[in-house]
């Protein structure tokens, strides 16, 4: 039988941004009332009238004060982080020792050090706490807890495949079929504003390497460190250095090559995609460009994220496919993993 679900005593840092603000919103809707709101600098805990700066280790003693005195003490203390920040995810082994549980769509640390990674699991067993992050790699999709099913299930992964970025897949698609050059489709990704400030924080591919780090390892491959990872990067070589500016400008002198590899794809009766690319069996990992052929699922993924989980029963792809950002979608992914944490 499953456990029973338990009260959970929740706080939230980074409600006043995007993922947060939605978060509350969520929150509302199932009247879930969060304990602690807490943003940069300051933070309000429980029943306080007034503000006061923030104090991670104070929070951490008030949520397990408050949790031990809700429901004769059978209520859970969950920190729900919806921050960019290094100095939050530097907290969470304190907290997850302590007891308290941890969900986060921040995917720094998981993409980090191998070491501080296997600390985190180490201290959430040692606590009898959970660390959730489903919305580190696909926002809200079910991407994270349908690997870690799957292992649980005795599947043996072989092979984990991902779009993993809208502003890539929108930029391929749109030099597919000849239709624009690079630069072109670049530029029409930061007029729409899909990019970030700088369009080469996405070309270069590391956000969706930090996604195949985190992919790899829930698969159960040990010994994969960003820096030793192959990534292609969609920024030619002379303008990685350069103003935004001068890149902008400079671009279009490097559309060639993309174009002339699209089409040696497409003659050949494939796609080419900007993927991770996860091969258990052979411990391997890559980011870049990778050729499709036509009956493989990327090729109808359009401007969505799309994971493909190869298995020993699945040998064609289990798919999961969606919108990979957004602030709603994120913020239901980060509260059902809120939610999960009441069953422990
Ligand atoms: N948006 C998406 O589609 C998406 C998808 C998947 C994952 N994510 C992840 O979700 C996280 C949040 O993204 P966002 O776009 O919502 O960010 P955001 O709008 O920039 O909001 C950041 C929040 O974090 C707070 N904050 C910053 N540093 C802090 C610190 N040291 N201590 C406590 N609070 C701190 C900010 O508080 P102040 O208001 O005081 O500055 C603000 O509330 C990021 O890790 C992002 O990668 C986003």
Redesign the pocket.
């Known amino acids: 039988m499953p456990p029973a679900s338990k009260e959970l005593v929740v706080a939230v840092?980074?409600?006043?941004?995007?993922?947060?603000t939605c978060l509350l919103k969520a929150m509302n809707q199932i009247h879930l009332k969060p304990f602690a709101l807490?943003?940069?600098?300051t933070m309000r805990v429980g029943n306080d009238s007034d503000d006061s700066p923030?104090d991670f280790a104070s929070l951490g003693e008030r949520l397990l004060e408050e949790a031990s005195k809700t429901n004769g003490g059978n209520a859970v203390p969950v920190i729900a982080d919806?921050?960019?920040?290094l100095?939050?995810q530097k907290r969470y082994t304190d907290w997850l020792r302590a007891g308290i549980s941890v969900v986060t769509?921040?995917?720094g640390i998981f993409a980090g050090k191998e070491a501080n990674y296997q600390a985190l699991l180490a201290a959430s067993k040692e606590g009898g706490a959970r660390i959730l992050h489903e919305?580190?790699v696909g926002?809200g999709l079910p991407v994270l807890g349908t690997i870690q099913g799957l292992v649980a299930s005795s599947h043996q992964i072989q092979k984990v495949e991902g779009i993993l970025s809208g502003t890539l897949a929108f930029v391929l698609g749109q030099v597919a079929g000849g239709k624009k050059t690079l630069s072109q489709a670049v530029k029409d990704a930061k007029f729409l504003g899909y990019t970030e400030p700088d369009p080469r924080d996405d070309l270069n591919g590391m956000d969706v390497a930090r996604k195949a780090v985190i992919l790899a390892r829930l698969s159960g491959l040990t010994g994969i460190e960003l820096g030793s990872m192959h990534i292609e990067s969609l920024v030619p070589e002379p303008l990685r250095i350069c103003s935004m500016d001068e890149f902008m400008k400079e671009m279009h002198l490097y559309d060639d090559e993309l174009a002339k590899r699209v089409k040696d794809v497409e003659d050949s009766g494939g796609r080419l995609h900007y993927a991770a690319k996860v091969d258990v069996i052979n411990k391997k990992v890559t980011v870049g460009l990778l050729s499709c052929e036509d009956s493989h699922p990327f090729n109808r993924a359009g401007p969505d994220n799309m994971v493909a989980i190869t298995t020993n029963h699945y040998t064609r792809p289990l798919v999961v496919q969606g919108a990979g950002?957004?602030?709603d979608v994120?913020a239901t992914g980060v509260l059902a993993d809120i939610l999960q944490c009441a069953y422990q």
């Open positions: 840092i980074g409600y006043t941004g995007g993922v947060g807490v943003r940069s600098t923030v919806v921050t960019a920040s100095a939050v769509a921040n995917k919305t580190t926002a950002a957004g602030g994120t």
